[in-house]
């Protein structure tokens, strides 16, 4: 059972709203990233992280930011939210060596009205 | 750039059949392949994973093969029950610790 936490599960929230999602492991593991999932598609990096102070942005172009200060903790955050965002965010980690399985939280369904 | 294919899109069997998933990728240049289950509105369930150097690997009534030469893996169900009703994501990534790249699923429906 993978240890990878996500809140909220579900947000409902109006234009121009700021909100982040949070994402957490008790892995240990270094590398994390959020991926983005419309209904029926398939699953796009968004972003990832290759340890504490290390991001990176996906081949998704999105406007959301990330930051890592805690090698537990993930967080994405959108400055001004629109409908375009409406979308599931699924955050995951990985060892990053050898068998490097990717662990999955629950994700964040999030909806812009 | 990576592409990742999967076949069927839906598929509807009987409980108690035999079935097979299939995921194609067009660079062989893969690290490792992991199917995922995922039930609706939820997070991924990592089913399988087979590293580049394995042929296949197996958990209780799951088996994926890879052969990378030809760029395909398949997920065999056996003795298929109504809990096994989801959608499967076959994933690839190109080294170790790096993003995985999706296909769009195969979402089975098996019935009572």
């Known amino acids: 059972e993978a240890d990878i936490y996500q809140t909220p599960r579900y947000l409902v929230i109006g234009t121009g709203k700021k909100i982040t999602l949070e994402c957490s492991q008790t892995?240990?593991?270094?590398?994390m990233y959020w991926y983005q999932q419309d209904p029926g598609m398939e699953l796009h990096l968004i972003h990832y992280?290759?340890?504490?102070?290390?991001?990176e942005k996906g081949d998704l172009s999105s406007e959301s930011t990330v930051s890592r200060i805690r090698t537990e903790h993930f967080p994405l955050t959108l400055e001004s939210a629109r409908p375009s965002h409406t979308s599931q965010y699924l955050c995951?980690?990985?060892?990053?060596?050898?068998?490097?399985?990717?662990?999955f939280g629950p994700g964040t369904r999030l909806t812009v009205l | 750039k990576q592409e990742v294919t999967q076949i069927p899109a839906a598929l509807s069997v009987p409980e108690g059949e035999n079935l097979v998933l299939n995921c194609s990728f067009t660079?062989?240049?893969?690290?490792?392949l992991q199917w995922f289950r995922q039930d609706p509105g939820k997070g991924l369930t990592s089913l399988l994973l087979i590293q580049s150097s394995q042929r296949e690997q197996t958990s209780g009534r799951l088996n994926a093969s890879l052969d990378k030469s030809s760029g395909r893996s398949t997920l065999y169900i056996a003795a298929s029950q109504p809990g096994d009703s989801a959608t499967y994501l076959c994933?690839?990534?190109?080294?170790?610790?790096?993003?995985?790249?999706f296909g769009k699923g195969t979402t089975l429906s098996v019935s009572s």
């Open positions: 892995m240990g593991h270094d590398k």
């Open positions: 992280s290759y340890g504490v102070n290390s991001t």
């Open positions: 660079d062989s240049a893969i690290y490792n």
């Open positions: 995951a980690s990985s060892e990053g060596q050898s068998v490097d399985t990717q662990y």
């Open positions: 994933a690839v990534n190109g080294q170790a610790g790096t993003a995985l790249i």
